[in-house]
């Protein structure tokens, strides 16, 4: 079979640009270029798109190198980039691998794009991505389901605007405090914050609105983190179970991705077999609840008081470095790093095959 081109997008519209830069930079290094060539597509924070050529370095002993995934690493890779008109890729790559993260790339924006350009890609389709981002319409579909959620309020710009009080009210009433506010459609825990009085909460929806129209107000549970992998089409398999041991007091983004280190993730996690296979199974129901395709990290609650199990997001393109929850639970599952990113290709393909022979 012919090597057929993978063109890794990155970068984006997002406030988690530079973490995609990070998995981007990992997903090339360990890519099998054996099987696979690779043209690097960089979005920078504007939007504007990029065709980065590959960098080579001599090294001591005449050795050359690629070093691309290093400049994309430090950010340098947008100083030797041209160019392009995004609709360009069709004429570049056979299948783009979009390893960015939050609004417009992980959110269906960028997937409605390869499926208008018809080109074949990894990961969520439109609707699953859009779905899983907005935190509102998730759980509605996942009640729907009937999978546990944690009780919430939904409030809009506009309710703040016309009875602000009224809101204040409505969330003491229901929730209580603490309670958690976060902006419907926003990742990476930015706008993200726990009140814990009538004064906190009113200003975390002030930060909420800065970020969103819609945010969601949730009770708080006092809980633990847990975590797992799925990958497939019709047939979606979950990996192991890991657990988020957060460092601050919350997982926010600076716990995420800043204080590297200082949040450790635990796999497989120290939890009953039967607890285990319970998220497990949950998780699978969840991604096919939002038409799940290719793969998703899903990411639950459990309330360290009751035990019972919320399930809290799912993420369409979670973090993908080497060091990052996903691949490390397939690792667990006996699926390599290297592999894991085949797969993700696979069933891209799968999905684009059955689709255009319909
Ligand atoms: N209802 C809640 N109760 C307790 N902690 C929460 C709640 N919602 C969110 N958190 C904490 O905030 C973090 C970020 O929230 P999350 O909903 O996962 O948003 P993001 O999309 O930004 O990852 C979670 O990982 C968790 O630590
Ligand atoms: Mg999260």
Not at 26 to 49: C, H, M, N, P
Not at 266 to 290: F, G, M, W
Not at 299 to 309: A, G, Q, V, Y
Not at 342 to 350: C, D, F, K, S, V
Request: proline share 4%; glycine share 8%; hydrophobic share 40%.
């Amino acid at each position: 079979m012919e090597k057929k081109i993978i063109g890794i997008v990155f970068g984006g519209r997002s406030g988690e640009y530079e973490v995609s830069l990070l998995s981007a930079a990992s997903v090339i290094r360990a890519i099998d270029k054996t099987k696979f060539d690779l043209v690097y597509i960089g979005i920078d924070k504007e939007g504007q798109w990029y065709l980065v050529p590959k960098a080579y370095k001599q090294e001591e002993g005449g050795k050359v190198r690629e070093i691309t995934a290093d400049l994309i690493e430090d950010g340098s890779w947008l100083k030797a980039a041209a160019k392009i008109i995004p609709g360009d890729i069709k004429g570049l790559v056979d299948f783009a691998l979009p390893v960015m993260h939050g609004p417009y790339c992980e959110d269906g924006k960028i997937q409605g794009f390869f499926e208008m350009l018809d080109i074949p890609y990894g990961g969520c389709g439109v609707l699953a991505s859009a779905a899983a981002m907005d935190k509102l319409t998730a759980k509605d579909i996942f009640r729907q389901h009937g999978i546990p959620v944690c009780a919430d309020e939904a409030v809009t710009r506009s309710d703040m605007a016309s009875d602000k009080e009224g809101v204040l009210d409505r969330i003491e009433k229901s929730l209580g405090y603490p309670c958690f506010v976060k902006p419907a459609n926003m990742g990476s825990s930015v706008g993200v914050s726990k009140a814990s009085d009538r004064k906190a909460l009113e200003d975390a929806l002030t930060l909420a609105l800065e970020f969103d129209r819609r945010i969601i107000v949730e009770e708080f549970v006092n809980c633990r983190e847990l975590e797992t992998g799925i990958m497939g089409n019709d047939y979606p398999e979950a990996a192991a179970v890991g657990e988020i041991l957060p460092s601050a007091e919350f997982y926010d983004y600076e716990a995420k991705y800043l204080s590297s280190g200082a949040s450790k993730i635990c796999i497989p996690a120290d939890i009953s077999e039967e607890t285990r296979e319970q998220l497990r199974t949950l998780a699978v129901k969840a991604y096919q609840a939002i038409d799940g395709e290719g793969f998703a990290r899903v990411d639950f609650f459990i309330d360290k008081d009751t035990e019972k199990i919320y399930l809290n997001e799912i993420n369409t393109i979670p973090g993908f470095t080497k060091f990052s929850m996903f691949p490390m639970l397939w690792e667990e599952a006996g699926v390599s790093y290297a592999q894991t990113i085949e797969r993700i290709i696979e069933l891209g393909y799968e999905r684009y095959n059955i689709k255009n022979s319909r």
